[in-house]
C-alpha cells in the first residue's frame, strides 16, 4: 500500500469513494509478497496491482461490487487446471485478498505523515471475525506513542499492538489470530498486521569507481545508502549524488554512531582495499548485528586481511559472518555487474536461498 499513498489522497481529496485490495495471504508462488495493494475508485480508475496482471481484472470486478455497497471480504485468487488461463495465478500460487471501502480511515493521514518521515508503523485491521468485531476495524500502532484508532476490545487492542510491535521490528507482514479479547491459540478473530518499517540501511565504505554502481542499484532495491570515507577528497556529495548521505569520516567512527541500529535487514560493504581502512570497519561491523557484511578484494587480499583481523582478535565465529571477496560468482566486470554480484548475495543471504540459477532447481521459487 506504500507505494499508493499519493493516488490514494489524491482520490479521497476528489471525494471519489475508493476500494483497496490488499494481498494478506500467500501459499506457494506469487508475483508479488504481502501488503501488495490494488486501488480502484468510483471514477473507474485503477492504481496498483497484486499479482503483476494475473488476477487484476477479477479483483477490479470485486471491488466495484464492494463500491457499489457489498460488504468488505476475503477473496482468493489460485491455479487450477480449468483456471490457468482465465482467473487464477498461473505460476502456481494461491493468493488471499482483502477488499474493503478505504475512505472510512481516521487515521490515514496520520499513517501517511510517519510512512512519509520513514517512521517505523504498522496497520493492524480485523480481516474477518466470528464474534461479531467489526470487520475492517483499524488500529495504528508506533514504538513511540499509544495506538490509534481500535479493534472493538481494549484487551485484544492491547495483545494486537504487542504482537504488531513484533512484526514491525522483524519488517514482516501477515495475518495473526486471537480470540475475542485476544486470546492466544484461538482463531475466532483473524488480524492483518501491515509493517511499514523503515528502509533497510546500507552503509558503503571507500569512496571508489565501484561504489556509485552499489550506491545506485542499493537505491532501486528500496535501501537508505550511506557512503563513507576519510579522504574529504573522494566523499563528496558531487560524486555520489544517488546517496542519502555522504560521511567524511573513519569507518569505525561512523560505525560507532549508528552501529546500535543496524539489523538484520540493513548491509555494511566494504569496498575500501587498505587494510588501514578495511579492518577497523570490519571489526567495528562485526560489533553489530548486521545482517551482512562484505569486503572487496582478490583471494590474496582477502588471506592478508584474514590474518590481519586474526592478530586484531577477531575469532573464527566473527570471521565466518564475512563475504569476502564480495558478491556471487557470475563472472561480474564493470562496477554495474559487481553491484549486482554484491546485492544477489545480500539477497539470498537474506532468504536463506542457495544462489543458483533457477533452471537448475526444483520447487517452489516463492517461500
Known amino acids: 500500500m506504500k507505494d499508493l499513498l499519493d493516488t490514494l489522497t489524491v482520490w479521497r481529496d476528489r471525494g471519489l469513494g475508493l476500494a483497496l485490495a490488499r494481498v494478506v495471504n500467500l501459499d ?7 501488503g501488495a495493494a490494488m486501488a480502484v475508485n468510483a471514477a473507474g480508475e485503477v492504481a496498483g496491482s497484486v499479482s ?17 455497497g457489498g460488504e468488505r471480504r476475503i477473496v482468493s485468487f489460485g491455479y487450477s487446471d480449468n483456471e490457468a488461463f482465465a482467473v487464477g495465478l498461473t505460476c502456481g500460487g494461491t493468493i488471499e485478498l482483502f477488499i474493503e471501502p478505504f475512505n472510512d ?55 494486537v499492538a504487542r504482537d504488531a510491535l513484533g512484526e514491525l521490528a522483524a519488517g514482516r507482514s501477515g495475518i495473526r489470530h486471537f480470540g475475542s479479547h485476544g486470546e492466544a ?13 523503515p528502509p533497510p540501511k546500507m552503509l558503503i565504505f571507500g569512496a571508489v569507481d565501484f561504489t556509485a554502481a552499489l550506491a545506485r542499484v ?14 574529504a577528497t573522494f566523499a563528496t556529495d558531487a560524486r555520489f549524488p544517488m546517496a542519502d548521505e555522504v560521511a567524511v569520516k573513519w569507518p569505525d567512527r ?3 554512531e549508528v552501529g546500535a541500529s543496524l539489523g538484520s535487514r540493513d548491509a ?47 575469532d573464527a565465529a566473527g570471521l565466518a559472518r564475512l563475504r569476502s571477496p564480495i558478491g556471487l560468482d557470475i563472472g561480474a566486470r564493470t562496477p554495474e555487474e559487481t553491484a549486482v554480484s554484491i546485492t544477489a548475495e545480500i539477497i539470498g543471504r537474506r532468504t536463506g536461498r542457495d544462489a543458483r540459477a533457477l533452471t537448475d532447481t526444483a520447487g517452489p521459487i516463492h517461500d
Open 254 to 256: 561512523l560505525l560507532a
Open 52 to 68: 503483476g496482471g494475473c488476477v487484476e481484472g477479477a479483483v477490479v470486478m470485486e471491488a466495484q461490487q464492494v463500491l457499489a
Open 28 to 34: 506457494g508462488s506469487a508475483p508479488r509478497e504481502v
Open 218 to 231: 542499493a537505491k532501486v532495491l528500496g535501501y537508505r545508502v550511506t557512503v563513507c570515507d576519510a579522504r
Open 185 to 197: 491459540r484461538e482463531a475466532a478473530l483473524a488480524v492483518f498486521i501491515e509493517s511499514f518499517a
Open 105 to 159: 480511515f481516521p487515521e490515514f493521514a496520520q499513517l501517511s505523515e510517519a510512512i512519509a518521515n520513514e517512521s517505523p508503523v504498522a496497520l493492524a485491521t480485523v480481516v474477518s471475525s466470528e464474534v461479531g468485531h467489526r470487520v475492517g476495524a483499524k488500529m495504528l500502532v508506533t514504538p513511540e506513542a499509544e495506538p490509534a484508532g481500535s479493534l472493538g476490545d481494549a484487551d485484544l487492542d492491547r495483545v
Open 268 to 314: 555494511v560493504c566494504i569496498l575500501t582495499h587498505d587494510a588501514k581502512f578495511d579492518v577497523p570497519a570490519v571489526m567495528a561491523a562485526l560489533a553489530t548485528e548486521v545482517g551482512y557484511i562484505g569486503v572487496m578484494g582478490s583471494r590474496r587480499t582477502h588471506d592478508d586481511r584474514t590474518a590481519r583481523l586474526l592478530r586484531a582478535g577477531v
